[in-house]
């Protein structure tokens, strides 16, 4: 049973820092693409960063200079760290998986939700202003 397991969501002040986690059971980190998606109350669900199963990764321009994503195979998690935040980055954070497709980089699948096959319940994320 693929599971996901989200973390580290809490309220803060604008220019504060989380760090959200993502614990991953029933397959291996290394293996899959992973990422981490937002929805604000009204609002669809937006992509905000996704990590290649070697490391690399990628960050929305929204939250690029203030966001990283990075992951620990050995223990099977994901990370972001949010600095600097806003009042604009309140939202439910959700940590997704998904098997890429040959010759597929995983940064491709970050424009929509529809391409992601595992999700977490989510962890909210509230910044004061």
């Known amino acids: 049973q693929v599971q996901l397991v989200e973390s580290g969501g809490g309220s803060v002040q604008a220019g504060g820092s989380l760090r959200l986690s993502c614990v991953v059971s029933?397959?291996?980190?290394?293996?899959?693409?992973m990422s981490w998606f937002r929805q604000a109350p009204g609002a669809e669900r937006e992509g905000v960063a996704v990590?290649?199963?070697?490391?690399?990764?990628s960050v929305a321009d929204s939250v690029k200079g203030r966001f990283t994503i990075s992951k620990d195979n050995a223990k099977n998690t994901l990370y972001l760290q949010m600095n600097s935040l806003k009042s604009e980055d309140t939202a439910m954070y959700y940590c997704?998986?998904?098997?890429?497709?040959?010759?597929?980089?995983?940064?491709?699948?970050?424009?929509?939700?529809?391409?992601?096959?595992?999700w977490g319940h989510g962890t909210q994320v509230t910044v004061s202003s």
């Open positions: 997704a998986a998904r098997l890429p497709e040959p010759f597929t980089s995983c940064m491709r699948y970050i424009v929509s939700r529809r391409y992601w096959d595992y």
């Open positions: 990590i290649e199963g070697n490391g690399t990764g």
């Open positions: 029933g397959y291996s980190s290394s293996r899959y693409c």
